[in-house]
């Protein structure tokens, strides 16, 4: 039977999936999909773990310990419904709805299931959650410079000459690009990594360039220097699809690749051996990682990579340009699934979700938050200043419900427990960061236990409440068919019986997806080397690099925590799902930190050794892999462990911290001091 992967990757890949006694026994990839093509990941081959894991949730729960021990009684659906109604009725007459939070991400891609709640907590006049812990830095900056998160497909990149994989560790995060890169490659393309450290798909490349992290922006600006100062231009495509490129020139006078060099760490010969490489044609592909943006300058660092393809004019070309995420080109009516509508005028109060633990505890937050709604996310585990979230969580006056697949860090502090349906347990529409299709999954098995969908809990909610009633009537079916029918020419055609008879459904594009090969949807219809709207909201109007807030220049940090942190995924863990998985943890081994031989050599520490990493906000102990794959002066914590299966108790997230950037309000996940310690 024909399904789709759920999770929160690019690749949103097309399966086939075998079923025998109500049991998942195999789940493969589609061959005939074009971007899927028969090849999946580890962790999803191996979903049968997942689906029939002894975490999973079965019947609603109620807590009988103290926050955080994980101790409940079960109860029925009924009771945790009347009990949830009750409660937040109360908080709604003495504190307002304000105080009601739900807290959601990506759980599920799936269009019905991720926005199943907002009309809800709209209806309520909740606090409104900011989600914007993945994409919105890097959305932001991406779209200062052409105006909408789209961009080249990157199936056109198979042709092109030159392949630059820019922040990106495809080989773990997105595998099905590493399919075509490599085929691209036999055609006889040439493939760039630009990455901190030698990841899997840095080491397939024909050239890594190991980059200081954040610094990305100033090997842009000094790329374009020498474009510029070549004449390695696509004049014609300047003069039809570009703004502000003489000012833009004026300014890369003050980036000779010297200066890049100091700033970069590359010697100044590799940057311009690379801008000659990238200038000689526009033939050239840019597949830039949302792993480079989760920096203090992120959202600039995007916005400068946006404005390499149009000096050049690749983004005309036919193989060529350059795609951050595809999200934008999905044209659904998300309005029906949001209900935007349905909230008070003026809008309740808002909450960057990267900011939970100073939300729960900050003594000045009126009004309070009483209660938390967890869907689609594990808090406890995935935001920055773990510790705090933490606490907060652990508020006993603080009423929580998690409604969740597996027992997760976070659900162990809920005062309810709700079980979840998985995707093939449900119906749903999915659309992709990473391709162009439009996919469709029913249920494949029936809900074990007592599980439920999100859509058919807050269904549950809404009637206990009376509120938003009507919505909550339509079936999963509807939502999709008003997604599709108030969406806008990408989707025309597309109807809801062509989706399930075909299971995926190529947007309405044209072959090639050129989107930017004649200007962009932005304020001046061009692309923007100059932008108008980042000077006016106080931006730095041309691509600029600025030094990492917390990085190398901050001096009187560095005199204590004299090393530089990026916290990537791994490869067997998406986020902290699949982290419930024996055998997935089994394969990944455990939590470990990479660190240089200069680096460990001075701390006298040894390969496989326990170790102690700090940060201004806390410690977590992990094991010491000495490795030249990683640069002197930057380690590597790749994947995020829940906590309770980490040396200690705590997890990689106790040492992020919860400012946001310079664009879109994201997290800096990967702009970290820390000093390393033997245990
Ligand atoms: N196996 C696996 N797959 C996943 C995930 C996972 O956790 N595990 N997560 C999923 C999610 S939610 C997302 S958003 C996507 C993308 O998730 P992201 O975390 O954005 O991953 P990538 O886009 O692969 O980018 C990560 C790469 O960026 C590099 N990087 C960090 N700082 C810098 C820098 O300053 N400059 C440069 N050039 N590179 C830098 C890291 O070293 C890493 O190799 O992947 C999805 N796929
Ligand atoms: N250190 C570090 N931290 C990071 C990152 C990093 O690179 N490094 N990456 C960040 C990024 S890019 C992201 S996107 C966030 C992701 O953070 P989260 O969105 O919290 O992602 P997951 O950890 O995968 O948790 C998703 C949870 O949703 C549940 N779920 C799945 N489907 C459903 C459903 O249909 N209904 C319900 N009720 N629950 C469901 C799953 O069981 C799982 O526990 O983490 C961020 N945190
Ligand atoms: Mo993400």
């Not at 086939?16 to 999909?33: C, F, I, S």
């Not at 999915?430 to 162009?436: A, E, K, N, T, V």
């Not at 220049?553 to 863990?573: E, G, H, K, T, W």
Request: net charge positive; glycine share 8%; hydrophobic share 40%.
């Amino acid at each position: 039977m024909r399904s789709v992967c759920p999770h929160d990757c690019p690749s949103a890949c097309a399966l086939r999936v075998r079923v025998e006694d109500g049991r998942l026994v195999e789940v493969t990839g589609d061959p005939a999909h074009p971007f899927t093509r028969g090849l999946i990941c580890g962790k999803v081959r191996a979903y049968a773990e997942r689906l029939h894991s002894p975490l999973r949730v079965l019947h609603p729960l109620r807590r009988v310990g103290p926050k955080g021990a994980g101790r409940f009684e079960r109860i029925s659906w009924e009771a945790a419904i009347a009990e949830i109604a009750a409660r937040w009725r109360r908080i709604l007459a003495t504190d307002g709805p304000e105080a009601i939070l739900p807290f959601s991400y990506a759980g599920t891609m799936g269009q019905v299931q991720y926005y199943a709640g907002h009309p809800l907590f709209h209806a309520l006049g909740a606090s409104r959650l900011e989600r914007t812990i993945c994409v919105a830095t890097a959305y932001a900056g991406w779209r200062a410079t052409v105006g909408a998160v789209t961009g080249n497909d990157s199936e056109q990149m198979v042709g092109a000459d030159l392949i630059v994989l820019w922040g990106i560790n495809a080989a773990y995060s997105s595998i099905n690009l590493m399919t075509l890169v490599k085929e691209a490659r036999r055609r006889g393309a040439f493939i760039v990594a630009i990455d901190p450290y030698r990841t899997p798909t840095a080491a397939e490349a024909d050239e890594h360039l190991a980059v200081r992290p954040g610094t990305d922006a100033a090997l842009a600006l000094a790329v374009m220097h020498v474009l510029v100062a070549e004449g390695r231009l696509d004049r014609d495509y300047l003069a039809r699809a570009t703004l502000g490129f003489e000012r833009l020139a004026e300014h890369l006078r003050a980036w000779p690749p010297a200066r890049a060099a100091a700033i970069t760490g590359l010697p100044a010969e590799r940057i311009v051996a690379f801008a000659r490489r990238y200038g000689a044609g526009p033939r050239t592909f840019i597949r830039v990682g949302i792993g480079l943006s989760r920096h203090d300058n992120g959202g600039m660092t995007c916005r400068t990579l946006a404005c390499l393809p149009a000096l050049t004019g690749a983004y005309a070309d036919p193989h060529g340009g350059a795609l951050l995420s595809s999200s934008e080109a999905f044209g659904l009516d998300t309005r029906a699934l949001e209900r935007p509508d349905l909230a008070p005028r003026p809008r309740p109060r808002a909450i960057n979700m990267i900011q939970l633990g100073r939300a729960l505890t900050d003594p000045g937050m009126t009004p309070p938050i009483r209660a938390l709604y967890v869907y689609n996310s594990n808090p406890a585990a995935v935001c920055p200043e773990q510790t705090r979230v933490l606490r907060g969580l652990a508020r006993e006056d603080l009423f929580t419900v998690v409604h969740e697949q597996v027992l997760t860090d976070t659900a162990l502090y809920a005062d309810l427990v709700l079980p979840a349906t998985m995707a093939l347990e449900h119906e749903d529409l999915y659309r992709s960061y990473g391709h162009f299709h439009l996919q469709w999954a029913g249920p494949v098995l029936p809900p074990p236990g007592e599980a439920r969908s999100n859509w058919e809990t807050f269904g549950l909610l809404a009637r206990a409440l009376g509120v938003a009633v009507d919505h909550y009537a339509q079936t999963p079916a509807d939502l999709i068919r008003a997604a599709l029918a108030g969406g806008d020419a990408s989707v025309r055609g597309i109807t809801y019986e062509r989706l399930r008879a075909e299971g995926s459904v190529r947007l309405n594009l044209p072959r090639p997806y050129r989107p930017f090969a004649d200007g962009a949807p932005t304020p001046s219809g061009k692309v923007e080397f100059y932008s108008a709207r980042l000077e006016a909201e106080g931006f730095p109007p041309l691509p600029t690099w600025t030094p990492l807030v917390e990085g190398p220049d901050a001096v009187a940090l560095v005199a204590r925590y004299p090393l530089q942190a990026i916290v990537p995924p791994n490869r067997f863990f998406l986020n902290s799902s699949f982290s419930q998985s024996e055998l997935l943890r089994r394969r990944q081994g455990t939590p470990t930190v990479l660190i240089a031989p200069a680096d460990a050599a001075a701390r006298g520490i040894e390969d496989g050794a326990p170790v102690r990493v700090r940060s201004p906000r806390g410690e977590v102990a992990f094991t010491a892999r000495v490795t030249d794959a990683t640069r002197p002066g930057v380690v590597v914590i790749e994947g995020i462990w829940w906590h309770r299966f980490h040396p200690g108790g705590r997890g990689v997230n106790v040492l992020t911290s919860d400012r946001t950037t310079d664009l879109g309000g994201g997290p800096a996940f990967h702009s970290n001091l820390v000093e390393v310690e033997p245990a």
